[in-house]
């Protein structure tokens, strides 16, 4: 601990030599953790360095296989379904990155959601309203409680979230990434009113990797890494590259670093995009035989950002060439016909075809090249030719897979991802836009799309790799683009890709 | 290729759970019936089931397409009539009979575009869509016929329609024959497995290239064009255009597509299936007829065997995949 001055406050809660392993996975080792009321915490780390461990823990979710956790001066008890009740009952809430809000009901009925004041079981409108605006005067929102939700800004949205969990009487409340979809005016907003909750009293933890914003709020700043507490330094003079020290480790020098290679023509131009309110100005060049990386925070625009180069989302400005040839607002088939390929962030919801066989999600970017040859008979599939196609696929991603016709739905979350990004391969794509997919993925698997990526490459295919992870964009990219405020913050290009240095420039100025 | 329409295919037996419990409800309905309806088990008693099967299938086919894509066609029954009604003023005014029949198809197909460009450009729920052709269709039929049938008077090629060939009616045999085509469409072309891909996951259907508002648009002009051809069948069989006909066939044919194991909610489903579904649906219909029981009954009957088999059916599989896992 670096406080300096002896703290009189309350401790409102506490881990004392917590840890929680998963099968294969150490999550959280010997974690002591201690939060004072009033006090704001950041807290910091990698993907899986353990953070959404220790809320599960702070919250009941979890019950750690050894140590204590202590809300106020009581320990939790239950180790069953009853913990997150008993955490609850102490004062522990949280506000998740996903809203939870019923869009068409107004603000009030959202705060009080299953729980509205009521008298023989019709609502009391008069007291609900009345109470809902004195929750949000709490965090400084004038808002009418009447509107409905679906008529507010996200920021404000955020803040009805924020406004509900105020409601009763909470110790400590766990704000997970809650500016990461929000621009920066905006961010304001909710930053102000987590100055208000800990001038309540409150103990806030707050998640974020906004280096700016947690040096506004926070007084400390805990650093997690590889399921331990690293250290807690005071925000206001934290370093970002100290910081960037205590998130990444000591690490080795990776030997498989991509040495500089020599890209053929420029297959995308993207010259000043602006899509509100994520970009603005974005140019850069795209060569065949080379894999771009996009780096940047949650919320930061990569993936709107390739929306807007597919066609999906339409720019305010700028301008987009694909072979020297202009095509700004075309639309998403016309650049699947130029040759491009695209793989969503979320596998579920958009990319995979659960009830269809890994053929059918193979090759169902291209029917025609698995359809009977002749004229009328082109729309007619043709059974063994989808077959050896999908065993090609099969065979050059290393899908692991019982037959070709096995539910796509019943594959891993790595081997599925191979699927969609072996239909591109199907499909003979020439330009490849893969948001995030390494996402939920295994080691193995993820080492495989690596090759898989850099393979491509060397067959002059362009690649587009956006990733969160800054570990891996050394491994994959010749050159690697980092997002940040609206914009392309640095550009690094191999072999001086630097995750440190990444992770500095994704974080804040440097 | 994967996939013949249902995807639990794959796992044997087990996967063919849902036709085979099906099957054994066939049997047991024949078995009834037989035992207690006087006259079920004549030759000219299973030739009218027949010609009934085909009234609900021909429409039936189109139905499961629809309904696989995630979407839904409550406009089947006025459409029918109101392509019957059309068509036979198409004839009295002395159009030549066949290109009028190409005329009626071509009307119902562009009546169900309407349905599927309403659904697939503005996002009007395709239920929306086909309940206003459900009530606009009959309203406009019964205005113009004063709900009087509209007589065509002698016509050679209509009379051929409704004339059994080897006892069996013609109706019957198109049925039969659109079911291969259907089955065969459902199967093995681009469009019909776009058509399961667009149900499964319209995200991901249009990320991989496919065009989901063609898709959608195109099944539902089929359904069209199929309801059209159940219009032209309604002429054959009765001589003129009926305004009222074929009431409630809507509930049918989506009863039928339901019973033979498609999900409502879109994505899976056969034809095959379908097929033993409108088998389900006719011979409740025509053994409970023989069985002389108080129609307003029949249909209290009718509502209990669907959601039975239907129920008997979801339980059946979920017992065949639990013993799997």
């Known amino acids: ?187 304001n907003k909710v930053l102000a009113a987590v100055r208000r909750i800990a001038a309540e009293g409150i103990a806030v933890i707050y998640v974020s990797h906004r280096m700016n914003e947690i040096r506004q ?293 440097a | 290729m994967s996939a013949q329409a249902a995807p639990t295919r794959r796992a044997g037996l087990a996967g063919h759970m849902n036709e085979l419990s099906l099957l054994a409800g066939i049997f047991v309905l024949y078995a009834v019936f037989a035992a207690t309806a006087d006259g079920f088990m004549t030759f000219h008693n299973q030739i009218n089931i027949l010609r009934d099967a085909a009234t609900i299938g021909i429409a039936a086919w189109a139905a499961t397409l629809i309904i696989i894509a995630g979407e839904i066609d409550v406009s089947t029954g006025p459409m029918v009539a109101f392509v019957s009604v059309i068509l036979a003023y198409f004839l009295q005014w002395g159009v030549p009979t066949l290109p009028a029949f190409a005329l009626a198809l071509l009307l119902g197909g562009a009546l169900g575009g309407i349905a599927g460009a309403l659904r697939a450009f503005c996002d009007v729920p395709s239920f929306v869509a086909t309940l206003g052709l459900w009530s606009a269709l009959r309203g406009i039929a019964l205005y113009l016929t004063d709900a009087l049938p509209v007589s065509i008077g002698r016509n050679p090629v209509v009379d051929a329609l409704d004339r059994s060939f080897l006892g069996v009616p013609p109706s019957a045999i198109l049925m039969l024959l659109l079911f291969a085509v259907f089955l065969f469409i459902s199967r093995k072309t681009a469009f019909g497995r776009s058509v399961y891909a667009v149900g499964g996951n319209p995200q991901a259907a249009f990320l991989s290239g496919i065009n989901v508002a063609r898709v959608r648009v195109m099944v539902f002009v089929i359904g069209g064009v199929m309801a059209a051809l159940s219009g032209i069948l309604l002429l054959s069989r009765l001589g003129s255009g009926n305004a009222t006909a074929a009431s409630g066939l809507e509930f049918d044919v989506i009863a039928a597509v339901v019973v033979g194991g498609t999900a409502l909610s879109g994505g899976r489903g056969s034809m095959v299936g379908t097929l033993l579904g409108v088998l389900v649906i006719t011979l409740i219909g025509n053994g409970l007829i023989l069985l002389g029981i108080n129609p307003f009954i029949q249909q209290v009957v009718r509502g209990l065997i669907i959601v039975g088999a239907v129920l008997a059916n979801i339980q059946a599989i979920k017992r065949a995949r639990a013993r799997q896992a």
């Open chain 1, 217 to 509: 709020i926070a007084d400390s700043v805990t650093v997690m890494r590889d399921g331990r507490i690293i250290e807690t330094v005071p925000a206001s003079g934290a370093d970002t590259r100290e910081i960037v020290r205590l998130m990444l480790g000591a690490h080795m020098e990776e030997q498989a670093r991509i040495q500089p290679g020599h890209p053929g023509a420029v297959v995308l131009e993207v010259q000043n995009i602006a899509l509100a309110p994520k970009l603005a100005d974005i140019s850069f060049t795209l060569r065949a035989g080379e894999v771009l990386g996009i780096a940047g925070l949650l919320g930061s625009g990569r993936t709107e950002l390739l929306q807007a180069i597919m066609g999906i989302a339409r720019p305010q400005s700028g301008e987009i060439r694909v072979d020297g040839q202009p095509v700004t607002g075309a639309s998403y088939r016309a650049m699947l016909r130029r040759g491009f390929g695209f793989t969503p962030e979320s596998r579920k919801e958009a990319g995979i075809v659960p009830m269809l066989g890994v053929d059918e999600n193979t090759v169902v970017t291209d029917f025609a090249a698995v359809s009977l040859r002749g004229r009328l008979l082109s729309r007619i599939l043709s059974a063994p030719r989808i077959a050896a196609a999908t065993r090609r696929v099969i065979d050059r991603l290393q899908i692991k897979t019982a037959r070709t016709d096995t539910p796509i739905g019943t594959l891993s979350g790595g081997n599925q991802q191979k699927v969609v990004i072996g239909r591109w391969v199907h499909a003979g794509s020439r330009v490849l836009l893969l948001d995030e997919p390494t996402r939920g993925v295994d080691v193995e698997a993820k080492a495989q799309i690596y090759r898989i990526i850099r393979e491509l490459a060397a067959e002059n295919c362009a690649v587009i790799f956006v990733s969160s992870e800054v570990e891996e964009l050394p491994l994959v990219c010749d050159r690697v683009l980092v997002l940040r405020d609206r914009r392309i913050a640095e550009e690094m290009t191999a072999p001086n890709i630097d995750q440190d240095r990444l992770l500095a420039a994704c974080l804040t100025a």
């Open chain 1, 1 to 187: 601990m670096t406080d300096f001055t002896p703290d009189t406050r309350p401790v409102i809660a506490r881990l004392t030599g917590c840890s929680k392993r998963y099968p294969g996975v150490i999550a959280l080792s010997d974690a002591d953790f201690e939060l004072r009321a009033g006090e704001v915490r950041a807290l910091l780390g990698k993907n899986g360095a353990g953070k959404s461990t220790m809320i599960r823990l702070l919250t009941g979710a979890e019950t750690p296989d050894t140590g204590l956790v202590t809300i106020g001066d009581t320990p939790l008890r239950d180790a069953g379904s009853g913990r997150a009740a008993e955490a609850f009952g102490l004062g522990v809430r949280v506000v998740y990155q996903e809203l939870s809000l019923v869009m068409d009901l107004s603000i009030a009925e959202n705060l009080f959601l299953g729980r509205w004041p009521r008298q023989g079981g019709v609502i009391r409108h008069k007291v609900m309203y009345a109470e809902a605006q004195a929750a949000l005067a709490r965090l400084g929102v004038t808002l009418s409680p009447a509107l409905p939700v679906s008529a507010l800004s996200p920021a404000e949205r955020q803040l009805v979230e924020i406004a509900r969990v105020l409601i009763g009487s909470p110790k400590l409340v766990i704000l997970d990434e809650p500016t990461s979809s929000l621009a920066e005016a905006e961010a």
